[in-house]
C-alpha cells in the first residue's frame, strides 16, 4: 500500500503516563488506581472481559472523561486521533467519500481555509493506501462496512495524529480489511506513533501487537503480550470483572500500592464474576 504520511509533517510525542488513576460517571468509580507508563512508539492492545473499563479508559485518553483523582500525564496540548467503537457517522449524509476522508486535513486547513490541489492529492493518497481508489465520488450509504472502515482509516492517516486511539476497529469487518488496517497500524508504529487499541480477538493480539494492557476494573498486567495473555492473568481479570454498581462509593487513592497488585478496598459488596479460560 501507498504511504502518503511520508508527505505529511510528522508530530512529536511523549510518553503516556497514569498515575494512580481513578475514573468513574457522577462520582462512581468505574476503573480504579491504573498507574503505568507507555512509551512513544508503543503499539499496545487494551484488552479485557466485558465491561472491564476498556472504554471508559481511551475516553479519559482522548479527553472526553475527567479522572476522579490520580493523574493522566503526556497527552495534554496534543494531537489524538481517535475512532469510537460507535462512530456515530450518519451514512445518510449527502457526503461524498472524498470529503468526508479530506477533513482529516481539518488541522491544516481550518474553518477559514480551503481544500488547494495538494490537499486534493493527500486524499487520494490516503484512500489509495486503504484499497478505496476509484471510490471517491460513492456516498456513504453506498459503502459496505469493511469500505466504510477502510475510509475512516484514510481520514485517519490525513490527521498524522502523534498518538492514535481506536476502539474495536476491526468489529464487523472482512478478514482481508482487518488484515489492510492492521498493516496500516503497524505502518504507523514504524513512524513513531503511539498507537493503542480496544480489541477482543486474543489470536490477532497475539500476532500483532507487541504489548498488552490487561484491565479488568483495575490494572491486571502491562507488558510484552506474551507475558501478559496468561492463563493466571486471565483468570484475575474474570475474578476482578464486576458489574457497575450506581452505588459504589468513591475510590480512596492509595498511592502507596503497585498498580498491578491493588486489591478492591473501596466497597465490600462487589460481586465477582467466576473464572473462566483464556479464549
Known sequence: MKNPQASLPAGGTAAIEL????????????????SLRIEPGSLVALVGPNGAGKSTLIKALVGELHPLSGDLIGLSGKRIAWLPQHNG????????VHSMVCMGLWHRVGALGRFTAEHRSLCDQALAAVGLTGF????????????????????????????????EPFAAVDNRTSADLLNLLHQWQAQGKTVIVVLHDLTQIREHFPLTLLLARELVAFGPTAEVLTEANWAR??????????????CEASPAAPAQKHEHTHSQTHKHATSEALP
Not at 498515575?19 to 491504573?34: D, F, I, K, Q
Not at 481479570?237 to 468513591?250: L, V
Open 19 to 34: 498515575r494512580n488513576l481513578t475514573l468513574g460517571y457522577e462520582r462512581h468509580p468505574a476503573v480504579h488506581h491504573v
Open 237 to 250: 481479570a474474570q475474578r476482578m470483572r464486576e458489574p457497575f454498581d450506581d452505588h459504589a462509593p468513591a
Open 136 to 167: 471517491e465520488s460513492r456516498g456513504l450509504d453506498t459503502l459496505s462496512g469493511g469500505q466504510l472502515q477502510r475510509a475512516l482509516f484514510a481520514r485517519l492517516i490525513l490527521q498524522d495524529a502523534p498518538v492514535v486511539l481506536l476502539d
Open 89 to 96: 457517522l450518519d451514512s445518510s449524509f449527502p457526503i461524498d
